[in-house]
Nanobody, 126 residues
Framework: EVQLVESGGGLAQAGGSLRLACAAS????????IGWIRQVPGQEREGLAC????????YYRDSVRDRFTISSDNAKNTVTLQMDSLKPEDTAVYYC???????????????????WGQGTQVTVAS
């Protein structure tokens, strides 16, 4: 059974940092991508960052490129999103997402996602 277990998130002050982690299990393919997608109620989901396991390629949404860093700990099969210089507009529920394909699909406007994490709230206070 494929599982994505998220940790991290919470409350930060504007300009501060938070780290999210996504532990993936239950599959053996290395042709997959894990990314982070956030959702604000009433707004479209936003794909933020993605890493492809086999290629180690990383992709970012322009609005977070200089502030967020995605990385992978292959030994632990965990993907981390380090979020720095947080802004109040970063407040959202953040989801870890798995796609058995490339990041381009996962970060598309109509994201290709095979499995979702449970979501974690990130709140940035001004």
């Amino acid at each position: 059974e494929v599982q994505l277990v998220e940790s991290g998130g919470g409350l930060a002050q504007a300009g501060g940092s938070l780290r999210l982690a996504c532990a993936a299990s239950g599959f053996t393919s290395d042709d997959y991508s894990i990314g982070w997608i956030r959702q604000v109620p009433g707004q479209e989901r936003e794909g933020l960052a993605c890493i492809h396991k086999r290629d180690s390629d990383t992709y970012y949404r322009d609005s977070v490129r200089d502030r967020f860093t995605i990385s992978s700990d292959n030994a632990k099969n965990t993907v981390t999103l380090q979020m720095d210089s947080l802004k109040p507009e970063d407040t959202a529920v953040y989801y870890c997402a798995l796609y058995f394909g490339h990041c381009v699909g996962l970060l598309a406007t109509k994201a290709h996602v095979d499995y979702w994490g449970q979501g974690t709230q990130v709140t940035v206070a001004s």
